[in-house]
């Protein structure tokens, strides 16, 4: 669908290539990015650092979307790569590294609060569930423009610069990019309040897999002990998990 705007938008196949290409190169370094505010949250609250990570992604998510399909200036005819595609470009490059740290987040989460012999089903069901909602936001987004919108007519053929069926698909692109939006802010909201918990529960001996963890645990604290002996220096402060 968003291939389909930048063409109506006039933007040649350089450009939305160079457009598509800042988006994943912010998705790439969300990673990066949302690992350094893990471990920065980590360092205060723990509780509530992936949830308030996710919420704040989310809601800035939002505007961003709106951003390039409603502010910045389009081109009026295709002429090649030019200057209307660099801010496009860096609004795609922001919006993947917001968006995109739902994955890492989702990850986190799930390795927390899932036992470790259960980790490869539930990733598996995860990367299904991510598939089966891409595949449908999909028809719903083309379903909403044609059915909502009324953009597509019988006899359209062409895909070329069309200003008023850009204004239309920005339209069902926002509308459905919002519902998900809202959504997945719903849920990183709630799982501030359900996220600690389930941390605990699963950390207790008695839960299964608890046992596991706590072994990891003290591996690795007995091998920080080690380095410490060998080099000299001051053993970290490992907190103890409630």
């Known amino acids: 669908v968003f291939a389909h705007w930048l063409r109506l938008v006039c933007f040649t196949h350089d450009e939305a290539g160079l457009i598509f290409a800042m988006f994943g190169a912010g998705m790439a370094f969300s990673s990066l990015l949302c690992g350094y505010l893990l471990n920065l949250a980590a360092s205060r609250s723990w509780e509530g650092g992936p949830s308030s990570i996710g919420v704040t992604s989310v809601l800035i998510g939002v505007p961003l979307v709106g951003v390039p399909l409603f502010l910045l200036p389009k081109p009026t005819a295709p002429l090649g790569v030019g200057g209307e595609a660099i801010p496009f470009g860096c609004a795609a490059f922001a919006l993947g590294l917001c968006l995109a740290m739902c994955f890492t987040l989702n990850s986190k989460i799930c390795s927390d609060i899932f036992p470790p012999e259960m980790l490869n089903y539930v990733f598996a069901v995860f990367q299904l569930a991510i598939r089966v909602v891409s595949s449908v936001s999909e028809l719903l987004a083309h379903a909403v423009v044609d059915e909502v919108f009324k953009i597509y007519e019988p006899d359209f053929k062409d895909i070329g610069c069309d200003e008023d069926a850009a204004k239309v698909l920005s339209m069902g692109m926002f509308a459905c990019c919002n519902v998900g939006l ?61």
């Not at 959504?183 to 501030?192: D, G, H």
């Not at 299964?208 to 053993?235: I, N, S, V, Y």
């Open 182 to 242: 809202a959504i997945s802010c719903a849920v990183y909201t709630a799982m501030r309040y359900t996220y600690p918990e389930d941390c605990r529960r699963v950390w207790e001996p008695g839960h299964p897999g608890g046992e596991t963890r706590q072994a990891t645990t003290q591996r690795t604290r007995g091998a920080a002990r080690a380095g410490q002996a060998a080099g000299g220096g001051e053993l970290p402060t490992l907190h103890e998990e409630s």
